[in-house]
């Protein structure tokens, strides 16, 4: 395929464009991805800093922070009993196993039983081996019993942290549905709704995760490190500052690669999001992919994204496995750094007692030596699981990023403070439409202009006009999808922009010119007219909506299934169920765009009657391309490219000659016979 651009390709573009968003961003914020001055606003999305990230997330958390604080805290007790027992090394060794026993050196204030055998070992006659075994068997028996308690106040936590994950997934997926639900209509085309469900998914599902990348293993390792310097710095405050310097190593590492890899894994996702619109509008328009035999082609489409998407995994995994390698090269170099130095001190202690330089109470024993490589491993075992989860980490704040990003759109015309909110028994239903000019957002030229019209309380409003002519888009703006970009539309004098957008689409009922039913029973959708309608009145609806007869010879009646899109029914059948939601419905204004297009001449006739019914009392605007369905109406609005051409009864207008005269007198003339090309003068190309 000519117009498939190669994954190759795509992706040698993308890795350009990354490099030139990199060194953009290097240029302005002297290359810190951790920068957390203030963002400064740009044209492009731009990914977070940590820092702002944290502190948006935390907001998201408002309602668990308290029983989080509570797991900390737990974490905290878990992590700090788990750290003793490393402490019993050096009773073992120093105490145990040495000829010459030391006295423990605890912390002061600190008392262990058995802490008699301390003293006994240091005036070495009464060096009892059963004393020996005794404190041994302590040691062991205490060290089991601290790791349990330990692993068992962890469990409680983690336990309470993964709830809480759970209920914060949840939570914050309801947000981002509530959001996208609520956006300006052309954003909610753009995001298209495989993409919508992509972000929701995977996005916002990802989001819980950060509590424990983000929250959790950090708290454990802060807790952990602080827990063994202390530890450490009663040792060997030598030892403790090289063990220090460690940390800037970490730093480094999440300086240089980590915040790299958060815009890969922000593109990765927008990849994968345009692969999950692109599945779900392919099968959603699966007939028209049949039809074309495109099947094909929509394979290759999404095979190539998957290939792109593949390969920005794989750019991803380099910058991860660079990060796996250097700590799994850090942590026995560190190791064996301090085996060694603290080896040799070991050894010089050892001389400068035997020379009386110092007491053996302050010298390096092996019992220090051997504890201190405990708490260390203790120490770099969860900065190294945080540098290796920090990958999964940035794949997270990428998710949150996007998320926020979805968060942060504006609303659909946000309510004004003091906007008032309308019911329907204290609205007439008066519609004034005073000089409103229309144009769609992203677009240059206006699709209505200037338009002005009245319709009082009970009216019906028919407009007609050639396709294009921007009938729907008024409809729209009536029904406050859209706001005018000029002029106004006022609801019995008052501004609907000074209407609450909810209270005033209750009093709407819409029939659209593209039906759309969802997946579910007959009745569930006619019932979405009305929240808490009874089965007699979904008949009763449907009845007059001439729908109950073809209803009825259904097999499961009123609680058959109709697809997705309801494919299941003909377009006259689904066209008639959403005429019976609009009445179950009940509006005190009501819109019908080609409501009867689909139906034969004899359904839309019986249609009529009712909807006849329907209208009385509703201000109505009613859109139709055959005109005769239309000429009661109490007002006639010819529109044309946008423009109200003419406006008045069927008679008036017929009574002047204009576009509506010629229009009617279009439809009821027979059709002329239609110009058949001749072989000599083919009409256009695709005749020769
Ligand atoms: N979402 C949109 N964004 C941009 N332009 C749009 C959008 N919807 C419609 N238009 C443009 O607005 C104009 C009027 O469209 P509209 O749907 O109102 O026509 P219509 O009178 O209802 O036609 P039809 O009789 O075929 O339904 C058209 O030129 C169309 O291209
Ligand atoms: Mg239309």
Wanted: hydrophobic residues 45%.
């Amino acid at each position: 395929m000519a117009v498939l651009r190669s994954s190759h390709r795509r992706y040698s573009e993308y890795r350009a464009k990354l490099k030139e968003r990199r060194r953009n961003k290097e240029a302005d914020d002297g290359g810190s991805f951790h920068s957390s001055g203030p963002e400064r606003k740009k044209p492009h999305k731009r990914s977070r800093s940590f820092f702002k990230l944290f502190v948006l997330f935390w907001g998201l958390l408002a309602e668990h922070r308290r029983m989080l604080v509570v797991a900390l805290a737990t974490l905290g007790v878990s992590t700090l009993l788990g750290l003793i027992p490393l402490y019993g090394t050096k009773i073992v060794f120093d105490s145990v196993l040495r000829e010459n026993r030391l006295p423990g050196r605890l912390p002061y204030g600190m008392h262990l039983p058995f802490s008699n055998l301390f003293e006994i070992s240091h005036n070495g006659p009464f060096d009892v081996a059963h004393d020996r075994r005794a404190l041994l068997t302590f040691v062991a028996v205490a060290m089991v019993l601290l790791t349990a308690a330990a692993e068992l106040f962890g469990l409680w936590s983690r336990w309470q942290a993964t709830r809480m994950t759970k209920r914060v997934q949840v939570s914050v997926r309801k947000r981002v549905f509530d959001h996208a639900v609520r956006l300006p209509l052309h954003r909610v085309y753009e995001l298209k709704s495989g993409g919508v469900a992509s972000i929701l998914r995977e996005d916002a599902g990802g989001v819980a995760d950060l509590i424990f990348s983000m929250l959790y293993n950090p708290w454990r390792a802060i807790v952990q490190l602080l827990g063994s310097l202390v530890v450490l710095a009663f040792v060997d405050w030598r030892l403790l500052l090289g063990s220090i310097l460690l940390l800037p190593t970490v730093w480094l590492t999440h300086r240089t690669w980590i915040g790299r890899i958060r815009p890969i894994f922000r593109d990765i996702r927008n990849t994968r999001q345009g692969m999950d619109s692109h599945a779900t509008e392919a099968f959603g328009g699966m007939r028209v992919v049949r039809s074309f035999s495109r099947q094909q082609a929509e394979a290759a489409t999404f095979t190539t994204t998957g290939h792109l998407m593949a390969r920005q995994e794989i750019l991803a995994w380099w910058w991860m496995r660079g990060i796996d390698v250097a700590w799994s090269i850090l942590i026995p170099v560190a190791s064996a750094l301090l085996l060694f130095f603290g080896g040799m001190r070991v050894l010089s202690d050892m001389e400068r007692i035997r020379a009386g330089l110092i007491t053996p109470a302050q010298a390096l024993t092996v019992g220090d030596l051997v504890m201190f490589l405990a708490y260390l491993a203790a120490l770099l075992g969860p900065i190294a699981t945080l540098a290796s989860s920090a990958t999964a980490l940035q794949n997270s704040l990428s998710g949150l990023d996007r998320v926020l990003d979805l968060l942060a759109e504006p609303l659909e015309m946000p309510n004004k403070p003091d906007a008032i909110t309308v019911t329907r028994d204290a609205v007439a239903g008066a519609i004034t439409i005073e000089s409103l000019s229309f144009t769609y957002a992203g677009t240059v030229n206006p699709v209505l202009h200037e338009i002005n019209l009245e319709a009082k309380p009970g009216e019906i409003v028919a407009l007609v006009g050639p396709s294009g002519a921007g009938k729907t888009t008024l409809c729209n703006l009536i029904a406050r999808f859209y706001d005018p970009t000029i002029g106004s539309i006022k609801l019995d004098g008052v501004d609907l922009r000074d209407i609450t957008v909810e209270s005033y689409r209750r009093l709407l009922g819409i029939v659209e010119q593209d039906t759309f039913l969802f997946d579910g029973t007959i009745a569930q959708n006619i019932a979405y007219g009305r929240r808490g309608a009874t089965m007699q009145e979904v008949t009763r609806a449907a009845q007059l909506a001439n729908a109950d007869e073809f209803v009825a010879k259904l097999k499961d009646g009123y609680d058959t299934l109709i697809g997705e899109r309801g494919v299941k029914l003909s377009g006259g059948q689904r066209q008639r169920l959403t005429i019976a939601r609009a009445i179950l419905a009940d509006p005190r204004i009501l819109i019908l765009d080609e409501a009867t297009s689909n139906l034969d001449t004899e359904s839309e006739r019986l249609i009529q009657g009712s909807l006849h019914m329907l209208m009385a009392g509703r201000t109505s605007f009613v859109i139709a391309h055959r005109l005769s369905t239309i000429a009661h109406a109490d007002k006639i609005v010819v529109l044309e490219n946008g423009h109200a051409v003419q406006q008045g009864r069927h008679e008036e207008l017929m009574q002047t000659s204009g576009r509506y005269r010629d229009m009617v007198d279009l439809q009821t003339a027979p059709p002329a016979p239609p110009k058949r090309p001749t072989r000599e003068q083919p009409e256009d190309a695709f005749a020769a």
